[in-house]
């Protein structure tokens, strides 16, 4: 029997231009689905494979064409219903490396030395950077968003724009010999020690009062030029002027520092103030030392003709420098593996020993209000300068001071021992140097205590009776 020949023209299947759609077996009924949990995993949706999502659609819709391959993918892209992991082999997300490069960048920064903000701000980026790149393998990970929260919050913290360098995770390449915070950083790694390096204060202001690398505090008299660092890398030479007549009390109106040179870093660099001339350049004109852009050393004016501040990246140092009045104060942070290293021949330091004991004019333990056992002394005494009595110096000093510590006792002495109100202000921007830099928040204040060394809480009429008594040893 002849087969009917088809009309030219005539329309093929539904789904096909090119030919004859085969006739259609009937399909056999569908088996039920096996039931599969929504999610599984971190973050990846439990789906059947690509392929046999188009056949399951298929059965379902029989009257319509499947669309092309790429059609479906890209509408199933655009609903968000197809994860990197479905049809593909996954990337492997790689946040953990990116936490650790940023922890080996950091742990040995130190939040109290110079310089840690922008390495700190680096560091971020470059986290910020890894966390981008494998963003796309990371989706639906805790960790990974957790990271990215938290690195938002840091930089917030931290006033770290998102644009700026960023820090290599190879510490070999990164290592600086004109930073002392890089090259320290990278040899305790190197040892396994996770221990910053160790940092020392030493303070000098008012009358004088020094605070030494020990945290022992002395009022002494040291008229004339003194050394108050001299070490392999930096010396520091205050000179004392009688401040009233008839008066064994001094203030500092004059400092002259030397930054020795250094390798490749810096050549010598010798700084001096005097009273009204506080320069914001070292004496051969200069603000800075060493080559490049960061410089190794460099001088910053906050506040002209009143407050500079020098930051010696090469030996990780950085030294205040004040007028308060007609008087200098001066404020020095450096690590103890540098301050420690000087000869026999430089022993007569005064922030690394203390004044000399003939020189001290407190009671030997940093007590400048605390000299007891003395019978009160005439009233009239205790007004020592005119002006000011107990009473009014102790009002005064509790206002800019709040906490009695040693600096407002500082304080309260030098109003009695010299009538210049001025002292007040240098005690309050002392003890300001000491938070900005003293490496141990629990040591920035200093109390009385008893002989033993335990805190002394004593009595109002002990600490004026001590101040009286102490008047009256300056005077004679």
Same mark, same amino acid.
């Given at each position: 029997?002849?087969?009917?020949?088809?009309?030219?023209?005539?329309?093929?299947?539904?789904c096909?231009?090119?030919?004859?759609?085969p006739a259609k077996?009937p399909?056999? #009924?569908?088996? #039920?689905?096996?039931?599969?949990?929504?999610?599984t995993?971190?973050?990846?949706?439990?789906? #059947?494979?690509?392929?046999a999502?188009?056949?399951?659609?298929?059965?379902?819709?029989p009257g319509?064409?499947?669309?092309?391959?790429?059609?479906l993918?890209l509408?199933?892209?655009s609903?968000?219903?197809?994860?990197a992991?479905?049809?593909?082999?996954?990337?492997?997300?790689?946040?953990?490396?990116?936490?650790?490069?940023?922890?080996?960048l950091?742990?040995?920064?130190?939040?109290?030395?110079?310089?840690?903000?922008?390495?700190?701000?680096?560091a971020?980026?470059?986290?910020?950077?890894c966390?981008?790149?494998?963003?796309?393998a990371?989706?639906?990970n805790?960790?990974?968003?957790?990271?990215?929260?938290?690195i938002?919050?840091?930089?917030?913290?931290r006033n770290?724009s998102?644009?700026?360098?960023?820090s290599?995770t190879?510490?070999?390449?990164?290592?600086?010999?004109?930073?002392?915070?890089?090259?320290?950083?990278?040899?305790?790694?190197?040892?396994?020690?996770?221990?910053?390096?160790?940092?020392?204060?030493?303070?000098l202001?008012?009358d004088?009062h020094l605070?030494?690398?020990?945290?022992?505090?002395?009022?002494?008299?040291?008229?004339?030029?003194?050394?108050?660092?001299?070490?392999n890398?930096?010396?520091?030479q205050?000179?004392?002027?009688?401040?009233?007549p008839?008066?064994s009390?001094?203030?500092?109106?004059?400092?002259?520092?030397?930054?020795?040179?250094h390798?490749?870093?810096?050549?010598?660099?010798?700084y001096?103030a005097?009273?009204?001339?506080?320069?914001?350049?070292?004496?051969?004109?200069?603000?800075?030392?060493?080559?490049?852009?960061?410089?190794?050393?460099?001088?910053?004016?906050?506040?002209?003709?009143?407050y500079?501040?020098?930051h010696?990246?090469?030996?990780?140092?950085?030294?205040f420098?004040?007028q308060v009045?007609?008087?200098?104060t001066?404020?020095?942070?450096?690590?103890e593996?540098?301050?420690?290293s000087y000869?026999?021949?430089?022993?007569?330091q005064?922030?690394?020993?203390?004044?000399p004991v =003939?020189?001290?004019?407190?009671?030997?333990?940093?007590?400048?209000s605390?000299?007891?056992?003395?019978?009160?002394?005439r009233t009239?005494?205790?007004?020592?300068?005119?002006?000011?009595?107990?009473e009014?110096?102790?009002?005064?000093?509790?206002?800019?001071m709040?906490v009695k510590?040693?600096?407002?006792?500082?304080?309260v002495?030098?109003?009695?021992?010299t009538g210049?109100?001025?002292?007040?202000a240098a005690?309050?921007?002392?003890?300001?140097?000491v938070?900005?830099?003293? #490496?141990?928040?629990?040591?920035?204040h200093?109390?009385?205590?008893?002989?033993?060394?335990?805190p002394?809480?004593?009595?109002?009429l002990s600490? =004026?009776?001590?101040?009286?008594?102490?008047?009256?040893?300056?005077?004679?």
């Amino acid at each position: 029997m002849m087969r009917k020949k088809r009309k030219r023209g005539a329309p093929l299947g539904p789904c096909s231009s090119h030919g004859p759609r085969p006739a259609k077996a009937p399909a056999p #009924p569908p088996s #039920p689905e096996p039931t599969r949990p929504a999610w599984t995993g971190m973050g990846l949706r439990a789906a #059947p494979s690509c392929a046999a999502a188009a056949e399951v659609e298929q059965r379902r819709r029989p009257g319509l064409c499947p669309p092309p391959l790429e059609l479906l993918l890209l509408l199933l892209l655009s609903l968000g219903l197809l994860h990197a992991g479905d049809c593909q082999q996954p990337t492997q997300c790689r946040i953990q490396k990116c936490t650790t490069d940023f922890v080996s960048l950091t742990s040995h920064l130190n939040s109290a030395i110079d310089g840690f903000d922008s390495e700190f701000c680096k560091a971020l980026r470059a986290y910020a950077g890894c966390t981008q790149r494998t963003s796309k393998a990371c989706r639906g990970n805790l960790v990974y968003h957790s990271a990215v929260l938290g690195i938002s919050d840091l930089m917030s913290q931290r006033n770290c724009s998102k644009d700026g360098p960023t820090s290599s995770t190879n510490p070999e390449v990164t290592h600086d010999p004109c930073n002392y915070h890089s090259h320290a950083g990278v040899r305790e790694h190197r040892r396994g020690d996770q221990n910053p390096p160790s940092y020392l204060f030493c303070g000098l202001f008012g009358d004088p009062h020094l605070r030494t690398f020990k945290d022992h505090f002395q009022t002494c008299k040291v008229e004339g030029a003194w050394p108050l660092i001299d070490n392999n890398y930096l010396s520091v030479q205050v000179t004392n002027v009688p401040v009233v007549p008839g008066s064994s009390a001094t203030a500092t109106n004059k400092i002259t520092i030397i930054f020795k040179a250094h390798h490749e870093c810096t050549d010598q660099k010798v700084y001096q103030a005097v009273t009204d001339d506080l320069p914001a350049a070292f004496v051969d004109g200069t603000t800075s030392g060493g080559d490049g852009d960061a410089k190794s050393l460099r001088i910053v004016e906050r506040e002209s003709g009143h407050y500079v501040e020098m930051h010696a990246r090469y030996i990780g140092t950085t030294v205040f420098v004040r007028q308060v009045g007609r008087y200098l104060t001066l404020a020095i942070r450096m690590p103890e593996d540098l301050a420690m290293s000087y000869e026999e021949s430089q022993d007569l330091q005064l922030c690394m020993n203390g004044c000399p004991v =003939s020189e001290r004019i407190d009671d030997g333990q940093g007590r400048v209000s605390a000299i007891l056992g003395h019978s009160l002394p005439r009233t009239s005494l205790v007004q020592a300068w005119p002006g000011y009595t107990l009473e009014t110096a102790n009002t005064q000093c509790h206002e800019k001071m709040p906490v009695k510590d040693i600096y407002f006792q500082s304080c309260v002495f030098d109003l009695l021992t010299t009538g210049d109100a001025n002292f007040t202000a240098a005690a309050h921007s002392a003890l300001e140097d000491v938070e900005a830099l003293h #490496p141990r928040k629990e040591r920035w204040h200093i109390f009385p205590s008893s002989g033993n060394g335990t805190p002394r809480g004593g009595s109002n009429l002990s600490v =004026s009776l001590g101040l009286t008594c102490l008047i009256l040893i300056v005077f004679l």
